[in-house]
């Protein structure tokens, strides 16, 4: 009996029993978001981590495989709040219960990310990212407004920068907190107060490097559509050259940092000062050539007047109006003897060609053709009647009718009119026709050999 009972129990051993808890557990539980502190953190050689989360009241063993554990854009420490999406399971080989961590990012920074993401995508679709609307800054601002905190190193490397490449810009820094909850509100008033006084070219917004959080202030969408009512164009200089905020999109220029900002705006003095040596040598070598130039077109000039002094040029005018009458007497006496020889040649041309001699030669002409034309029509007529009489002879030689005369006849059905060409195609009682060289003959067949 005993035997009995125990063969109609499920006996499972420590392994089957972790792998029913574990698949129950993956079936039954989705992908949990869970907020917790890391402790009990590691990294082996595999690359793998392993770590805990806790609260206050409880913790759970917690394991992140590569590749995705090295996809993080941190790296997670001890004592750090994350947020993670993983998946319930349990360790058979211990029967633990664990989390397989699918995505890690650290807490709080994850809430503000999604955020930005959101503005990000709204604003641009309201077209406030668009280079077209971004306007051009001036190549040589004369006074720059710079919108900072008053002690941070941002304002100080700005005005180093100006200081040390353009020296004679006038520039006017408006202090305002860059981090916390009044921070955003601050930057508007001041944006709004430096387009109001109108006498800057350029306004900068700076600040150094920090967390998304500590640079939260900056993507402000009320901080966003002040910079886009601006009627001085806005240069963003936040953070460092990885960072991005919503006024980097929405300003007239994006600077990866302050320094890099300031180096942006003014031109060095050093390069104006060798573009304006290449200028002036430039412009002492044109004024060489235009004094040179000038100089031997007056030199010219002077010959010219040398030349053309009255008694040179009476005398020119004399030996000129000589040569042209000289020219003229020669003109004279070869125009005139061109007409009179062209006068003799059309006189005797006209007398070659008189009325009276054209019309005894065409009368001697029309004699002449005529005789040709009788010996033509003479030969003609003879070619004629010597080839009618050849084809007489040819069609005689031809004719059917020469060979009936011979004797021959041509018999012909009476109903169709065909030629009969041999006795198969006729039979007794056929009416024919016989045709002989001078008359028919009406024929009835009576009979075939």
Sequence with gaps: MASEAQSEREILTPSGLNRLARDLLEDALPLVWIEGEIS???????????????????????????????????????????????????????????????????????????????????????????????????????????ITSATGAAVRDVLNVLARRFPMVEVDVFPVPVQGKEAAAAIVRMLAA?????????????????????????????LAREIVRSSIPVVSAVGHETDFSIADFVADLRAP??????????????DLSRSLDQLLGRTRQRMQRRLEASAQRADHLLARLNQQRPAARLNLGRERLAQLRSRLARIVDQEGGRRRSRM??????????????????????????????????????????????????????????????????????????????????????????????????????????
Aim: hydrophobic share 40%.
């Design 40 to 146: 009990n953190f590691s990294r082996p050689a595999s690359g793998h981590l392993y770590l805990t989360l806790k609260d206050s009241g409880a913790q759970i063993r917690c394991a992140m495989f590569k590749p995705r554990s090295t996809w993080l854009p941190f790296k997670p420490a001890d004592g750090m709040q994350v947020l993670a999406r993983a998946r319930v399971s349990l360790y058979e080989a211990r029967g633990e219960f664990q989390l397989i961590i699918e995505h890690l990012e650290q807490a709080g920074e994850g809430a503000l990310r999604r955020e930005f993401e959101q503005l990000k995508s709204r604003l641009s679709a309201e077209g406030l990212f668009s280079p077209d609307r971004k306007r051009a800054l001036p190549a040589m601002p004369r006074r720059i407004a710079i």
């Design 194 to 222: 430096a387009n109001l006084a109108g006498r800057h070219d350029v306004l900068v917004l700076a600040r150094g490097g920090g967390s998304l959080e500590d640079l939260w202030a900056f993507n402000d969408e009320q």
């Design 257 to 270: 940092t302050p320094s890099a900002a300031a180096e942006l705006l003014v031109p060095d003095t050093r």
């Design 344 to 449: 003799a040649n059309l006189h005797g041309r006209f007398t070659a060609h008189h009325p009276s001699r054209k019309l005894a030669r065409e009368k001697e002409h029309l004699s002449v053709l005529g005789k040709q034309l009788a010996v033509l029509a003479r030969r003609s007529l003879e070619d004629r009647r010597s080839r009618m009489d050849k084809l007489v002879r040819t069609l005689n030689a031809v004719s059917p009718i020469a060979t009936l005369a011979r004797g021959y006849s041509i018999l012909i059905e009476e109903e169709s009119g065909r030629v009969v060409r041999s006795a198969d195609k006729v039979s007794a009682g056929m009416q024919l026709r016989g045709v002989l060289s001078d008359g028919e003959l009406k024929l009835r067949v009576e009979g075939k050999h």
